[in-house]
């Protein structure tokens, strides 16, 4: 992993560095494009090959470099497959980008141990920690994590907040207009606008590691002992506003478990679906940021979730209605669906949306739970759902005008997002209608893992938001 100069701060400055990156590399490119199509022949495809993969890498070390909301935006297009490019050479972006989750430039040492040396007012690191790795082993958009060892012999993570990133998140923040320029860039598939938004609501929660803290702890407590997911402790003693220390986990990152047979990529998508969804019903609170470099594999077959800084609570009434609207498009009522697309706020007029069309773009959406059959999740499947929520030339574009996303509803949906999208990146196949009807209707578990899991939650006395009564054809 390659260590990274200081983070850029001022806003003219950063914007600069972004203009440079996608202005050049474009220009570049297009250049290659031209003389491609008067030259002709293998040594004019060698030369435009050449130019795709350099313009992947300097995006990726410019991103890497910048770290914050630039580099979030990219961490973002990394995982869904985006359609700004040939297809012949998507895989080149995708190889590059994904380095920025599971490869991210550090900062070095000289420059973290600084923060450190700030939360834990000047102690001695030795007081705390048996040794401590300089060397980083992960590197994300506002922090990086060391590993350590404490004086009782625990095998922890260290996450250090890079110094100087909160005053980088603000430029970025005040800087809308190039993080929109930068969305469509890297992801186009994706509402440029509403990303930006994202953005500027939730990242600055995560610059507070105590807030975080405070998740993984709720998180960690609730899954305590069970059969397939697994949350590191936090050591509240050690964590701080800029410094999270929990249980280190070892096993196998996101990009091997891609490599692994068809069933067991599978389980570990019916186990990423599981975590993310059912905790919405088992707990009324979910992690509303899933990500490829966030879950990995342990020896015992568990699956580690770990970053908890962006969550949500959810309360049983908006659990109820929105077990009301699923059942609704899987009855195909377009009439009770309406309704209840309406009392959860996505539509303030109702009678002006037709019920059947409306009912279609649901399913365009969420038919991959919504039908009772094995359905294997590809990037054809992410990328119809994105383009059925956002592109202007889909036939639904007319209910996307008059549709609105509620406060409440916003985390949710870019969970659901970016769970398609990870399960997408493993090709996951399973029947997720069964699954959804668990927490729905509550029926019986579908698979082995859904037998597991419902036992782990009754002996703990922990049930779920009850499943409504409906029938069904």
Known sequence: MAENPKITKGRVRRSA???????????????????????????????????????????????????????????????????????????????????????APSMPWHEVVEVLDEEYDGAPLDSMFAWIEEKAVAAASIGQVHRAELLDGRIVAVKIQYPGVAEALEADLKNAGMLVRLAKVMAPGLDAKEVVKELRERVLEELDYEYEAQNQRSFSRAYRGHPFIFVPDVITRL??????????????????????????????????????????????????????????????????????????????????????????????????LRRALHDLGFIKKPSKLDAQHLMDHVKAIGGWYMEDREIEINSKVVMKMIEVTH??????????????????????????????????????????????????YADKPATELGKLEWEYFEDRGIMQVPGIAAQRD
């Open 239 to 336: 964590s701080r506003r800029r410094v999270l220390v929990t249980e280190f986990v070892e096993g196998v990152g996101f990009d091997e478990v891609k490599k692994m047979s068809q069933e067991k990529r599978s389980r570990f998508g019916e186990i990423i679906f599981r975590g993310s969804f059912g905790s919405i019903y088992h707990l009324q609170h979910f992690n509303a940021d899933p990500h490829p470099g966030n879950y990995i594999l342990m020896e015992d077959g568990r699956v580690a979730f770990l970053d908890f800084g962006m969550t949500k609570k959810v309360d049983r009434e908006q659990i109820e209605l929105e077990q009301r609207a699923v059942d609704a498009a899987v009855r195909d009522d377009a009439e009770g």
């Open 391 to 440: 592109d202007p030339r889909s036939e639904y574009f007319d209910l996307m005008r008059r549709e609105s996303i509620p406060a409440d509803e916003l985390m949710g949906r870019r969970m659901e997002v970016g769970v398609l999208a990870v399960l997408g990146q493993l090709r996951a196949k399973r029947n997720w209608f069964k699954i959804m009807s668990e927490w729905v």
């Open 17 to 103: 560095k972004l203009g440079s990156v996608l202005g050049s590399q474009g220009a570049k490119y297009a250049g290659t494009k031209a003389t491609n199509l008067v030259r002709g022949g293998d040594s004019g495809q060698e030369k435009l090959d050449e130019r795709h993969a350099e313009t992947a890498m300097k995006m990726v070390e410019a991103l890497g470099q910048m770290k914050g909301a630039a580099m979030k935006i990219g961490q973002f297009a990394s995982f869904i497959d985006t359609d700004f490019i040939p297809e012949e050479y998507r895989e080149t972006y995708q190889e590059q980008l994904s380095k920025l989750r599971t490869d």
